[in-house]
């Protein structure tokens, strides 16, 4: 089952922003009885990741959107192949920045030893490219080029 794509992004935009009262990185005070291994440790950097990874999901169900549209066959082709043909159907800069994006997304949600994860701010700032994308994906048919 997947969500609506603005459900996705809106999402990730809420565990960017951590409720009000909250501050980023602290737990609040344990309850009694509690110990701190069972305390939420949703930590900015577990929170960034996260939203890294819906914007990302996010990302593949409008392209799957797309597709579907456009030319339902494509929608069971691989992600390169999808984001290569995305460039006959958008305009070039658009189908750059949804790759550039996407795979600044997919290295982020992926755990690497000997590379830092992705910081909130990084991940902020994809989601406003991902708002940005999803508002310039065609939704019509046409294609751009002949």
Do not use: I, N
């Not at 999402?11 to 701190?36: D, F, I, K, S």
């Not at 305009?91 to 795979?103: E, F, G, L, T």
């Amino acid at each position: 089952m997947t969500q609506p794509v603005r459900d996705l992004v809106a999402a990730a935009g809420q565990l960017l922003t951590p409720p009000p009262g909250t501050l980023p990185g602290l737990t609040p005070a344990l309850e009694p009885g509690l110990t701190p291994a069972l305390e939420p440790a949703l930590t900015p950097g577990l929170r960034a990741r996260a939203a890294a990874a819906l914007l990302r999901l996010a990302l593949d169900e409008a392209m799957d959107d797309f597709w579907r549209s456009t030319s339902p066959g494509m929608v069971h082709s691989r992600g390169r192949t999808k984001a290569l043909c995305l460039e006959w159907y958008a305009s070039p800069s658009v189908a750059r920045r949804w790759y550039v994006v996407r795979s600044a997304l997919s290295a982020a949600c992926h755990h690497h030893t000997y590379e830092l994860p992705p910081t909130p701010a990084e991940v902020r700032a994809w989601h406003a490219d991902v708002t940005e994308l999803l508002r310039a994906m065609p939704s019509d048919t046409a294609a751009v080029r002949p």
